[in-house]
């Protein structure tokens, strides 16, 4: 399970320092693999990857931390939880901001990177429940939108799709024309199918390719056809639950 975990936040740093479709394209070399296997196949494959064993990371260990004292020692605790998800460059503008809050004290700007704290620790949550999956597949979540109206149905891993932030970038893409969009989040890339009145938001690790799109295109259509099948079917929380579990299924295989 720690192997599992490593990966996922390897993963996640590799993506956060730019190298996202680099691993990418080796993670589709590597299809049949487990995420700690591709991981591993990964780093040999572009060990540019993969930081030499740094004599720098000792001295940054640093003493034992004391018991947070304040609110700004708490967030500087949680940071250095999560600093590893921060590319070189963002945890030092971090380190400054904090440094700078300890003079000033602003409520706002002490708001701000609480927020940004938040966000890692989702990705980091995210990342460490996928790598706890004993099979892993290239579709993570879904959601059915009445476009305008809300989330009719959802499916999956939806815990990071429900994040205010991600939540309003999506709110965003299902008020375009009628089309396919792409997102490229953080844990990988949301396409966003906008219908008429319907639309279908997926989360898959990878690109999914053109076999999912239009499994989404024929899926809002069907459901744009046949709206009294689909009021029924929306209209009953469990057959809506059981209808995007299995739309999820059939884009778990067509995305392999």
């Known amino acids: 399970m720690a192997r599992q975990d490593e990966a996922a936040l390897k993963l996640l740093r590799w993506e956060l320092e730019g190298h996202g479709d680099q691993v990418m394209e080796a993670l589709l070399r590597h299809p049949d693999t487990t995420l700690a296997e591709a991981v591993t196949l990964i780093e040999q494959e572009v060990p540019s990857l993969s930081p030499q064993p740094p004599a720098s990371r000792a001295p940054s260990a640093g003493p034992v931390r004391p018991r947070p004292t304040s609110e700004l020692d708490a967030l500087d605790q949680e940071f250095q939880t999560f600093r ?49 999956k004993e099979k892993e597949s290239n579709a993570i979540a879904l959601l059915i939108v009445r476009r305008g109206h809300g989330v009719l149905a959802k499916a999956g891993e939806t815990a ?5 932030a991600v939540a309003e970038a999506i709110r965003r893409e299902t008020a375009q024309a009628r089309g396919t969009y792409v997102m490229h989040l953080p844990v990988g890339r949301l396409v966003v ?3 008429e009145t319907t639309a279908i938001v997926a989360l898959f690790r990878r690109a999914p390719g053109k076999d999912v799109v239009s499994v989404l295109t024929k899926t809002v259509e069907a459901i744009e056809e046949n709206k009294a099948a689909a009021s029924r079917t929306f209209g009953n929380a469990p057959l809506a639950a059981r209808y995007a579990d299995a739309l999820l299924k059939l884009l778990t295989k067509t995305s392999l």
Not at 99 to 127: C, M, N, P, V, Y
Not at 160 to 164: G, S
């Open 193 to 195: 199918m906008n219908g």
């Open 160 to 164: 990071y799709l429900d994040d205010a």
């Open 84 to 132: 590893h998800l921060l590319a070189p460059l963002e945890a030092r503008e971090f380190e400054m901001q904090l440094r700078e809050l300890a003079k000033t004290r602003d409520r706002e700007g002490i708001a701000a990177l609480r927020r940004r704290i938040r966000a890692l620790s989702l990705q980091a949550t995210f990342w460490s429940d996928l790598a706890a």
